[in-house]
């Protein structure tokens, strides 16, 4: 199973990031999904004081998932960092 994470453009001065997860969202992908949420909290660095996940071409989001968005949620949160999905 393959997951992408591709980063959206974001409007000059915006102090938000934003990403779209594309494929599988579930165990099978699971280290991809382990590197792409290190990625995301990678580039939420400096100014930066939301993330946007968008999750419209995700499919089959399961435990495995939810639990790393979950962790990844709560170390930006402890960062001053908010996340926001959207589909």
């Known amino acids: 199973a393959q997951v992408t994470l591709t980063p959206l453009p974001a409007s000059p001065g915006e102090r938000s990031v934003a990403f779209a997860f594309d494929g599988e969202l579930f165990f099978g992908a ?6 792409h949420f290190e990625a995301v909290e990678q580039a939420a660095q400096g100014e930066v004081v939301e993330v946007v996940l968008c999750l419209r071409r995700g499919r089959n989001a399961d435990a495995a ?3 790393l968005l979950k962790k990844t ?3 930006l949160r402890e960062r ?3 996340v926001a999905l959207v589909n």
Not at 30 to 35: F, K, P, T, V, W
Request: proline letters at 0%; a negative charge; glycine letters at 6%.
């Open 80 to 82: 001053g960092v908010a």
């Open 73 to 75: 949620a709560e170390a």
């Open 65 to 67: 998932f939810l639990l």
């Open 30 to 35: 699971e280290a991809d999904l382990a590197r």
